[in-house]
């Protein structure tokens, strides 16, 4: 999918991505969690829609559930006691609400990373690293590319399967496992050939020789040094925020979480600007659009 953000240079999506996901992993406070979380969502859906809404809704909410509901039963830490379990563990509270906190956090970077997997594609990856470090970002665009491919050339299989009677959908167990051992080998082939077509293909192209010159469509605009701009101030008083412990969190051994005061407001709202960025810049793009039409 592209929208107005992942249209942006490529240097711009991948510094974002990388403050949003380390922010978003390190920050523990419930409203940082909170803030990131709105911001994964809403890029989610501008950039998948009902594609996003259904992986949200059907993976995710489910794995928040159980991961907040099954750390309680192996983490014991904390000093306020609810309950005990019925093989005579105790459930605390401290550890009830890290699970929810760690399930929120592990939900929102598996989010981000969907949108990062959507916004920078393999041409952005080599034309960001290709002359720095080819074989590596040659190989990290492969394995981008490798999930998305493997699932299209499993339904390609699977069909030609069916068209001859051999639906791995049907018939009894022993068959249709069989069937799936069968797909599953054939996909091993055929990526481990990809792989070996596309490393020739490359070397062939003079890819990573010294003084190999290469066309990009992408330019650094006047556009991309206001975000880039905007995200470092807003990075840096976060990062500012964090170090002076406006927005600390522990939760062990006692839940210990600095209330909002004047000052860690101004980072959580730092904090929202950073993670509602693409969806603002997006919402700008359609006003700006919208705009030109009435004028036009």
């Excluded at 550890?95 to 956090?105: I, N």
């Excluded at 791995?168 to 797909?183: K, Y």
């Amino acid at each position: 999918m592209s929208d107005a953000f992942s249209r942006r240079h490529p240097l711009i999506n991948f510094i974002y991505f990388t403050l949003i996901i380390g922010f978003s992993m390190f920050l523990m406070h419930p409203l940082c969690l909170a803030i990131s979380l709105l911001g994964a969502v809403s890029y989610a859906l501008c950039l998948k829609g009902r594609k996003a809404l259904r992986f949200l809704v059907c993976a995710m909410l489910p794995l928040l559930l159980v991961t907040a509901w099954l750390n309680p039963l192996f983490n014991h830490a904390g000093v306020t006691l609810l309950f005990y379990l019925p093989g005579g563990n105790p459930v605390t509270l401290e550890s009830m609400v890290y699970g929810l906190a760690a399930a929120t956090m592990f939900v929102t970077v598996v989010v981000w990373f969907s949108c990062f997997n959507a916004v920078m594609t393999s041409d952005k990856f080599v034309y960001l690293f290709g002359e720095i470090i080819p074989a590596l970002s040659l190989i990290f665009s492969m394995v981008l590319r490798l999930v998305p491919r493997l699932k299209a050339q499993s339904r390609v299989i699977a069909n030609a399967r069916k068209g001859v009677g051999r639906d791995p959908g049907s018939g009894p167990l022993l068959q249709r496992a069989r069937s799936v051992v069968q797909i599953i080998s054939m996909m091993i082939t055929w990526a481990l050939e990809s792989a070996i077509d596309t490393a020739d293909s490359m070397k062939s192209r003079g890819y990573g020789l010294a003084g190999r010159t290469s066309f990009s469509l992408y330019r650094f605009e006047l556009y991309d040094k206001w975000l880039l701009a905007a995200m470092l101030l807003l990075a840096g008083f976060i990062l500012a925020g964090a170090g002076s412990g406006l927005i600390r969190a522990d939760y062990f051994p006692a839940l210990q979480i600095e209330m909002p005061t004047l000052l860690s407001s101004m980072v959580y709202m730092a904090y929202a600007g950073l993670g509602l960025l693409p969806v603002l810049v997006d919402g700008g793009e359609d006003m700006r659009w919208k705009r030109i039409k009435s004028t036009a």
